[in-house]
């Protein structure tokens, strides 16, 4: 045990070399979940190997500051992608956390699982029990929601906890005829609405991570069977052939993430190794060891284990354009924070006394999300609008428009007078459903090297289609707001609504969501799948993979929920199969 540290982690060296039931490779979103799952039976051993450190200290806890993922001191990656054709050779900054909890240590806190529609179109596109009636208990099963508990759907015995708080501006989107919903993530909604955003915020106001929500420190004090070690980079899984010639995982190795680099250590797995790296790095593991298109493995001289073309292949992320307008500081996150030394000391002593106040809220607190097809020339929903177009459950009824309503500025732009003499809100105008789709490849062998991302904005240019309807509905909504006398100034917008300058304004503007997905697609391997409907990688035995690499698209909303949601599944899959030694 380390012994400054109060959380119960394992060294390396006092891993290597053991043997272990599974060993869970990245302890994010998905492998904290897993982990936990993974640990309930006492006959099962488990370790957790993740790269960054356990956090958890004060300021990690409140959900305003811990979202700050631009901070120097935050456990995040940041790196650039490659430059993408669709906009012009750009590349654009990317982050994914780096801590126990993964990215739920520093994300945006919203909690949503995407119409049932998502998942209805899984099950139709051949994915066995992967249907909206599937996935649903597996929603709940994690869920701890404090605002809704009593609905149908909704799940209050999870320890993953998550609440809503109220909005304004929803008379204003009344005008454009798109209901408000209290209630977000109801699967009984329609597909069109304004909701206030449920966020993984506890009942104390703290940032409820998956760490904090799966792994507890006196969870895991108490599981002799589980071994957690972080500050470990794993950098390649050990595969064997076996005599009948069927490949096999049969541990990982790692190194130190820091300090002795060069030690190298293993680990071996009786079951299985699950992959929980996350969607950049899960693919570049399979890359390094060997599993992926064999032309891009012979291009960087790793011997091919597997021809796996899929591997990296459909890498996606949604795409994102802020309009920016400027408000009174007293109406803005950073206006707040920086502008009134009195308002922030407040502020901060309102959080630290009750948990309450702008501390202890998600900066995304209402969104609408919509089917673009569906707004007409004034950015209305006609009223006359058929019910079989509004059904949710329905796959062709998936919103691909969200607008969100940002009280801050969303971009790594700086403004003079940011903070002192005025703050920003902002309309992030996203393409849910993105045609476009990139590709994961390494650009060496050196699993410390962020592998090469492109994230495929714009190859198809279908995808301008809806983001204009976004951008035209955000700044039509911009004007009503105008109309009630309020102080909205221009600040970044487009000159007009032509289609030229709404393309021209997009990709000078675009940025990344940072919801990379499906760089390891459950599908067949002909369709380019990397996992199958258990999640089991095509051609290996005991290796599966379990979090935001395996949608079969990325979802159509922010998807941590989907990723806890896959974990859950991925260890019922592996349980049912499991009879205790
Ligand atoms: C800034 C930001 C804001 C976001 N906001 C939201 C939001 O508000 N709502 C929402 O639903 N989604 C949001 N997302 C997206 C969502 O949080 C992620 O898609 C999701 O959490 C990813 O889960 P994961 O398990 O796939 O990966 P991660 O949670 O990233 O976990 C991967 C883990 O693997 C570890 N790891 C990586 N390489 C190695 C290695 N070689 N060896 C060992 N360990 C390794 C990493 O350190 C990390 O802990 C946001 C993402 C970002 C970056």
Redesign the pocket.
Known sequence: MRVFSHYPTKSAAEVNANSYHHIV???????CVLASRLSEDPQQTVLL????PVVNSWISQVPLISSN?QDQRAPVYKWQSAPMRGIGGKSLSL?????LG???K???????RSAPGEYNAWQDAGRKNWSWQDVEPFFKKSEHSLSHGQAIGRGTQGSWVNQHVQTEQFDIVQKFNIPCISMANDPSSPNVACTPQDATIDSNGHRCSTEVAFLPKTLVSNRKNLSICTG???TALDIRQGEDGHLRAVGVR?SLDSGNVDHKYTAYAIREVIL????I?SPQ?LLLSGIGPREHLEEVQIPVLKNLPGVGQRLQDHISVPLLYKVPLKDAVEGVLLGSPLRAATEFLKYAIFGKGLLSQQVQQANITLPSALLDEHSRIPSDTPETQLDARDPHNIPDIEVMFLPVNPTNRTFQGLGTSFGIFSYLCTVLRPQSHGSLRLSSSN?RDRPRCDLGMFNDNVDRLPLRKALKLALALAQEVRKTGYPLEDLSIPEDTTDERLDEFSNDNVMST???SSSCRMDTEKNLGVVDDELRVHGVAGLRIA???IFPRVPAC????P?VMVAERCAAFILANTVST
């Open positions: 490779v990245g302890g994010g979103t998905a492998g190997i993740e790269r960054g993922f982050a994914a956390g780096k801590a993964g990215t739920t520093v994300n945006g806190l919203i909690y949503s470990a980079i794993v790692f929980c790296a996350g969607a790095v593991l699993p940072f919801h990379y979090d935001a690499s922010h998807i941590q929920a990723v």
